[in-house]
C-alpha cells in the first residue's frame, strides 16, 4: 500500500490506497471473481480498478475513500439500480451484487473499513 499526502479533513485527508493484491483480494472473496488483470484507473477520491476476469469479463471495482460514508454509497448505489430499473435501456454501469447480494459492501484493506462496489464495464 502506498499513502498519498496528508491534508486537515475531508475526502482530502490522506489514507492507504488500496492496492492490486488488495484488490484481487476483495474480488475474490466477495464476488467470487478471479482477476487476470487488474489496471489501477486515475480517480480523485478512491480506488478504482479496471478488472479482467480470468473467464474474460470486464467489471469494474470501486473501493471508496475511507471518508466517504455510508449515506453517500447508498445514494449513488441506488440511484444506479432505480436508474437501471427505471429505464433498462439507458447506457449506465450495472451494480454487480455479491456473493449475498449486496451491491454495496465493506471491506477492509490495510485494516481500515471501505465500502465496496463492483460495476459492469
Known amino acids: ?9 475531508g475526502l482530502s485527508t490522506g489514507f492507504a490506497r488500496a492496492d492490486a493484491d ?4 476483495i474480488l475474490e472473496r466477495g464476488h467470487g471473481l478471479r482477476a487476470r488483470e487488474l489496471r489501477r484507473l486515475a480517480t480523485e477520491k478512491d480506488d478504482t480498478f479496471a478488472v479482467t476476469t480470468d473467464d474474460g469479463t470486464r467489471v469494474v ?11 453517500e454509497v447508498r445514494f449513488q448505489a441506488d440511484l444506479m439500480t ?3 430499473t427505471v429505464d433498462p435501456g439507458c447506457p449506465v ?3 454487480l451484487p455479491d456473493r449475498d447480494g449486496r451491491t454495496v459492501s465493506t ?4 485494516g481500515v473499513a471501505r465500502h465496496v462496489r463492483v ?3
Open 22 to 25: 488488495d484488490a484481487a483480494r
Open 1 to 9: 500500500m502506498t499513502t498519498t499526502g496528508l491534508d486537515p479533513g
Open 93 to 95: 454501469q450495472r451494480l
Open 119 to 121: 460495476l459492469s464495464w
Open 82 to 84: 432505480h436508474v437501471a
Open 107 to 110: 471491506h477492509r484493506p490495510g
Open 61 to 71: 471495482l470501486k473501493i471508496s475513500h475511507p471518508n466517504e460514508t455510508d449515506t
